[in-house]
């Protein structure tokens, strides 16, 4: 009898893993992930960040989400497919959102096509993604730079206060200042985020406000 209880319980375990890898294999199939799993929140966290001006997801629209777990055509690397459903139907967007946020495309909504014919949303010309302070830092240099080649010297450190908010809302706040070697004069006070999008606070109110745009 116990002999038989325990090849019932094991085929009770093979049966349970079997279950557990066609789940597995339909979600790769693209089949809908849930939008408040782990796997919903890879595809929209980062997503959301982003400004509205770039994907569109504007609140007006009272957007509902399907969201799917594919991988690219050309690149075959795992991504995403969002699908924006808005009240109006002449404001749906197909997004598909590469698993580590790398890139994200508007597809043009003529089927399941390769990265080469969607528009490439993220990154563009002023907003990347940015993984650690090094790279916020480079990043705020850049855009001074381009918009103040005036400025032949500037120098930038971490502001002291700098913190993490989570995945999608991480900033980093820098001083912009006079390189002295034995100390640093503060001019202009910049946050920037790990979308790119970079706010310079303004000195009367203390206000953030973005500067770069996509």
């Not at 799917?68 to 995403?80: D, G, I, R």
């Not at 580590?100 to 490439?120: C, F, K, Q």
Request: proline residues 4%.
């Amino acid at each position: 009898m116990l002999k038989q209880l325990r090849k019932l319980g094991f085929l009770c375990l093979c049966l349970l893993l079997l279950v557990g890898y066609g789940r597995a294999q339909a979600a790769q199939e693209g089949e809908a992930v849930d939008f408040n799993s782990p796997e919903g929140g890879a595809a929209t966290n980062f997503l959301f960040s982003l400004p509205k001006e770039l994907t569109g997801l504007f609140k007006d629209k009272n957007y509902t989400y399907r969201i799917e777990y594919t991988h690219f055509l050309e690149s075959k690397a795992p991504c995403y497919n969002v699908l924006c459903i808005g009240a109006d139907q002449a404001d749906n967007q197909w997004l598909v959102v590469a698993e580590d946020n790398s890139r994200i495309y508007r597809n043009p909504g003529n089927g399941t096509v390769g990265e080469s014919a969607m528009e490439l949303l993220f990154p563009n010309n002023r907003l990347k993604k940015l993984k650690t302070q090094e790279d916020a830092l480079n990043h705020l240099r850049e855009y001074l730079l381009e918009t103040s080649p005036d400025k032949k010297s500037f120098a930038l450190r971490l502001d002291p206060n700098s913190r993490a908010d989570g995945p999608g809302t991480w900033s980093i706040e820098i001083a912009l200042g006079e390189n002295h070697p034995d100390h640093f004069v503060t001019l202009e006070h910049y946050r920037v985020f790990n979308n790119g999008v970079i706010e310079k606070m303004a000195i009367l109110d203390g206000e953030y406000k973005r500067v770069n745009y996509a």
